[in-house]
């Protein structure tokens, strides 16, 4: 079993910087391909970013590449959301995700372990 619990949410104003954070345990990230996931209201769950288990391979959503870094520190089985420039369609609960697997995904239904997010709030 693998736990996951993200943290780093929050309100802020559009244009701030937030840097989420999902520290696992239960098991190591061994060979754990690691992504974010997010929900707005209304909308279904959208894939953000992914990364693999060593980080060297990493994916972005359209909407979200070039403002947002996705890493991880396996000595710290922590994986990192730095998010920038948001936008008040930034706002959605976030979720951390984790793949039992090495190689990055975008698909959902793919991971295997899931955190029980953190709330985003972007005002303008």
């Known amino acids: 079993q693998v736990q996951l619990v993200e943290s780093g949410g929050g309100l802020v104003q559009a244009g701030a910087s937030l840097r989420l954070s999902c520290a696992a345990s239960g098991r190591t990230f061994g060979n754990y391909a690691m992504g974010w996931f997010r929900q707005a209201p209304g909308k279904e769950r959208e894939f953000v970013a992914a990364i693999a288990w060593r980080g060297y391979s990493t994916s972005y959503s359209d909407s979200v590449k070039g403002r947002y870094t996705i890493s991880r520190d396996n000595a710290a089985n922590t994986v990192f959301l730095q998010m920038n420039s948001l936008r008040p369609e930034d706002t959605a609960i976030y979720y951390c995700?984790?793949?039992?697997?090495?190689?990055?995904?975008?698909?959902?239904?793919?991971?295997?372990?899931w955190g029980q997010g953190t709330q985003v709030t972007v005002s303008s």
């Open positions: 995700a984790a793949r039992q697997y090495y190689s990055v995904s975008r698909v959902e239904s793919d991971y295997n372990y």
